[in-house]
């Protein structure tokens, strides 16, 4: 049986990173693709010349960043974990695969290309 590919009827999500985040990453990150799994997008802009603070995210702030990122489904578990984004920044790999209760591919996602990006970044942002 021959399959056929189908058009998809789902959305497509662009994710803002700072590029220097990605510059920093193996080639493979350069070449990464916008998914709606939530990979990162490799162009990238920075509003108002700064990368935004996730240490001033409420809960809402986080899941909309979650939702945005193509995680539609896992976004409510930071809800319901009442994850702002100072609790973000300190949550461990084990905290978003345990943790969450989510299924564990997307929590990979989650951790590695966006949480954990998101704490490196918010450490070089405040250690100067």
Same mark, same amino acid.
């Given at each position: ?5 189908e058009p998809? +009827?789902?959305? $497509? !999500? #662009?994710?803002?990173?700072? /590029?220097?985040?990605? /510059?920093s990453?193996?080639?493979? #990150?350069? &070449?990464?693709?916008?998914k709606? @799994?939530?990979?990162? =997008? ?5 509003? @108002?010349g700064?990368?935004?603070?996730? #240490? =001033?995210?409420a809960v809402? +702030?986080?899941?909309?960043?979650f939702?945005?990122?193509? !995680? =539609?489904?896992?976004?409510?578990? !930071?809800?319901? $974990? ?5 609790s ?5 790999r084990? &905290?978003?695969l345990?943790g969450?209760?989510i ?8 951790? =590695?290309?966006?949480?954990?990006l998101? $704490?490196? $970044?918010h450490?070089?942002?405040?250690? /100067?």
């Amino acid at each position: 049986m021959l399959l056929m590919d189908e058009p998809s +009827d789902q959305k $497509q !999500f #662009s994710v803002k990173m700072p /590029a220097d985040l990605l /510059a920093s990453d193996s080639k493979e #990150s350069a &070449d990464m693709e916008n998914k709606t @799994n939530g990979s990162v =997008e490799t162009k990238n802009t920075v509003e @108002n010349g700064q990368f935004p603070d996730p #240490s =001033e995210w409420a809960v809402t +702030d986080v899941v909309d960043y979650f939702k945005a990122a193509g !995680f =539609e489904e896992q976004a409510d578990a !930071f809800k319901d $974990q009442e994850i702002d984004g100072k609790s973000l920044l300190l949550m461990t790999r084990n &905290d978003v695969l345990t943790g969450l209760s989510i299924k564990l591919g997307p929590a990979l996602k989650i951790y =590695e290309y966006h949480v954990k990006l998101l $704490q490196t $970044q918010h450490l070089k942002t405040n250690a /100067a």
